[in-house]
């Protein structure tokens, strides 16, 4: 069998990533072997497959909305991404900041000099400072996705707890009461 090349084990890989294709269908497509795909996609999750559903209700809106509803999704959703990418590259600005601060170990407090001109002067940071810094880090880490956690609310408050009876009779056996 002829060797392959890299844009075709790019395409198989994508192919793969999507979760739609099993190895024996992406052999059969890009006329290799099963061993070949096994060897490419070995240790490769489909994480695409998201991305697959989301462009089929796309293709299924643009069938059934009128054009005016379509564009209307698609500059909303520009807009969100946009403001998404705003968001990240902020945090990332701020995360590179917090860490300039912790390997100087000095933060730049506000001095007044008089006729309302303002310096700034390092001063070393204090307990406090790296506990700001470290939940800045880690408020950084969720926006980012780095650190991923699914948090549950359990609101439970006196008034929502339920008042719930227990009820125990008595059954009287073979003449003794239990």
Do not use: C, W
Not at 13 to 26: C, M, W
Not at 36 to 53: C, G, I, M, Q, W
Not at 72 to 86: F, P, T, V
């Amino acid at each position: 069998m002829a060797k392959i090349t890299d844009e075709t084990k790019k395409l198989i890989i994508a192919d793969y990533l999507t979760g739609k294709y099993s190895q024996r269908e992406l052999a059969k497509r890009h006329s290799i072997s099963i061993g070949t795909v096994n060897k490419l996609t070995k240790d490769l999750e489909a994480k695409n497959e998201h991305f697959v559903e989301a462009e089929v209700a796309m293709i299924s809106a643009r069938q059934t909305l009128p054009n005016e509803q379509m564009n209307a999704i698609m500059n909303a959703a520009q807009n969100e991404a946009y403001n998404r990418g705003l968001i990240f590259n902020a945090t990332q600005k701020n995360l590179n900041r917090m860490i300039e601060m912790l390997d100087k170990n000095t933060k730049y407090e506000k001095i007044s000099v008089g006729d309302g001109v303002q310096n700034f002067e390092p001063v070393e940071l204090s307990a406090n400072d790296y506990k700001s810094l470290q939940d800045g880090i880690d408020k950084a880490s969720l926006t980012l996705g780095v650190n991923p956690r699914n948090t549950t609310q359990i609101n439970n408050t006196n008034a929502q707890q339920n008042q719930t009876k227990i009820v125990i009779e008595r059954k009287e056996i073979k003449g003794k009461s239990e």
